[in-house]
């Protein structure tokens, strides 16, 4: 008598695959427009457009805001938000088409949902800053960053792993 | 064997032949012979370029299309600052030949909005700019044929046909000798005494062309 | 003669577009590859999924070889890409904090779209934290900005900070990512096993 074992796995490509098809994509990127990909930009551009609306005055004086801050023309009008918003739309794709759109709360099963929230919100909120002040995150400095061999990016690369190995026997409690 | 060793074991042969081709690629990168590119176009493809004699616009044809008031005409004068400050062509813009390639200039001949008619004495210094900019893939350059000389005998002075000629050479006098008044050029030969100053040069009008600035900088970047 | 847009091959209206169905691909890969799972991003840092490691080196890899044949090709012109910017203390102390808020939240900016997109609310919650980190920062930003501008060494590659031919440096990081994977694979096995 067989046991049907329903595994209760995600099916994920293979990782190698997934790099290779990045790996070309990034070079069709390079090759199209001439600049690789990014995430934190699109992030930056919405605050910014955010505060400029709720206090255009505020937005002008900063010294920070009023780089991004062109008349007529939207902080929002810029590549990387239309790349996030394609990150978005195709990952939606990608979940409808395996199954794996729900809403849900992802967490180790050593804590509670509420934990995980709140260390991702302080998550977020410390990764925002370090991004801001590197210039870029993993996708746009490090991967990108690599594609070009910039010196930043591997610099940068090598900041954020070298730190998370240390940091991450504080935080094993979380994940494992 | 079981099955399941069998596929590891094929899984990992995959790995490996995957990583090999990964490292040989690169190497490959290493080891091929680096040769020096050349900026611009092909050698073959200029030299047919520069033995075409398209690129002359003769006087005619350009004191046509600045009667007709041609927007997409740009003029160059390819000498010296001085010899510009001298006399030159009215609307031309002085780029001296050393400067060129200069980037303050390089948004005069490298586009595509305006037909380029680059000018010198003869046609020495114009031929120059024109292989230089052709080189570099640049278009819509032509050479006002004769240069300043040419323009000299036909519009200025232009000959008179003989009697034997045919109709053609009588209208083109006409047609030069009209031109040649639109520019404010021998007016009235009887008034030659009086008038001399007008006619030394036409006055020219410094154009101020709008060269729009293309992009061409670094591109953009971000996180 | 790449990059197109830049050079003016391609009409510069069309790099939005662009930019969304390269985003789109971006997107599906990394969700399908499972990135928008913080569970799997988590497991290189202690060892019981290699994923981020795998598909970073491999990404980087073959990007960094194919753009270099590219340019030997003359199909692409290498001094013409964007080169990010090394602010040599801005780029450590950034990468640092970055590495604390990568082990807190489990995300990085990119995964937690994919994860907003798939309707995880710790990726919801980690995007307004991010939006929060860089509101933080421009209200700060009139004291950090000395430091923020701090040592700037321009649009410098690796083989201008080393000295030594970039194709030698891609042979390296190619041999490195290939020891790299064959030592993931050794710790993998050898770690306990953790479902996610």
Not at chain 2, 178 to 193: K, Q, R
Not at chain 3, 147 to 163: E, N, P, R
Request: aromatic share 14%.
């Amino acid at each position: 008598m067989e046991k049907i074992k329903k595994t209760k796995r995600h099916v994920y490509w293979n990782p190698y695959f997934g790099g290779f098809l990045l790996g070309l994509l990034i070079i069709v990127t390079f090759y199209l427009s001439g600049r690789g990909l990014g995430a934190s930009g699109a992030l930056k551009s919405g605050v910014v457009t955010i505060v400029d609306t709720v206090a255009p005055n505020h937005a002008e004086t900063n010294g920070y805001y009023s780089q991004f801050l062109k008349d007529n023309e939207s902080p929002m009008n810029n590549w990387l938000v239309f790349e996030a918003l394609g990150v978005i739309l195709g990952a939606f794709l990608s979940g409808a088409l395996t199954g794996r759109i729900k809403w849900r709360v992802q967490h180790s099963p050593k804590i509670t949902s509420k934990k995980r929230l709140v260390f991702a919100l302080i998550g977020g909120i410390l990764f925002g800053f370090g991004a801001q002040i590197a210039r870029g995150c993993t996708s746009g400095a490090a991967l990108s960053g690599m594609a070009v061999l910039a010196t930043g990016g591997f610099i940068t690369m090598l900041a954020i792993f070298g730190t998370g190995y240390l940091a991450a026997y504080f935080f094993r409690k979380n994940w494992i | 064997m079981s099955k399941k060793y069998k596929l590891k074991k094929f899984l990992v042969r995959r790995y490996q032949i995957l990583a090999t081709i990964l490292l040989i690629l690169s190497a490959g990168l290493v080891l091929l012979p680096k040769y020096k590119k050349n900026e611009g176009i092909n050698p073959d493809v200029f030299v047919k370029n520069a033995m075409n004699t398209e690129r002359y616009i003769s006087t005619d044809i350009l004191v046509d299309r600045m009667i007709n008031q041609d927007p997409s005409i740009l003029l160059i004068d390819t000498r010296s600052e001085k010899e510009y400050e001298d006399f030159t062509l009215p609307g031309a813009i002085n780029v001296p030949l050393k400067n060129l390639l200069e980037d303050d200039f390089n948004n005069y001949i490298n586009q595509g909005a305006y037909d380029v008619v680059l000018f010198s004495n003869d046609n020495l210094y114009a031929d120059q700019a024109w292989m230089l900019g052709n080189r570099l893939g640049y278009k819509n350059l032509y050479v006002l044929e004769g240069g300043l000389n040419q323009w000299f005998k036909t519009i200025v002075n232009p000959a008179e046909p003989e009697e034997t000629m045919p109709k053609e050479a009588f209208d083109l006098y006409a047609f030069r000798k009209a031109a040649g008044m639109y520019f404010g050029i021998g007016i009235v030969e009887n008034e030659l005494a009086d008038n001399k100053k007008e006619n030394t040069k036409p006055a020219p009008a410094k154009k101020v062309i709008p060269v729009q600035k293309k992009k061409k900088g670094a591109p953009e970047g971000g996180c | 003669m790449g990059p197109l847009i830049p050079n003016g091959l391609i009409p510069t209206e069309w790099n939005f577009i662009i930019a969304l169905i390269i985003g789109f691909f971006f997107g599906f890969i990394l969700e399908a590859s499972g990135f928008s799972s913080s569970r799997k991003l988590m497991g290189v840092f202690y060892g019981y999924d290699f994923a981020v490691l795998k598909v970073f080196f491999t990404a980087a890899a073959v990007s960094v070889i194919g753009l270099y044949y590219m340019d030997y090709l003359n199909w692409l012109d290498i001094s013409k890409l964007y080169v990010h910017p090394t602010y040599l203390w801005a780029a450590i102390i950034g990468g640092v904090i970055m590495g604390i808020g990568f082990l807190a939240g489990g995300f990085c900016p990119g995964t937690s779209l994919t994860a907003v997109a798939i309707g995880k609310i710790d990726g919801i919650v980690y995007t307004i934290g991010l939006m929060l980190g860089i509101f933080i920062f421009s209200e700060f930003f009139p004291i950090i900005e000395p430091f923020f501008l701090k040592s700037y060494l321009g649009h410098i590659t690796l083989a201008d900070s080393f000295g030594i031919s970039p194709y030698w440096i891609i042979f390296i990081f190619t041999i490195i990512a290939v020891v790299a994977f064959y030592f993931a694979d050794i710790i993998r096995n050898r770690v306990k096993k953790v479902f996610y």
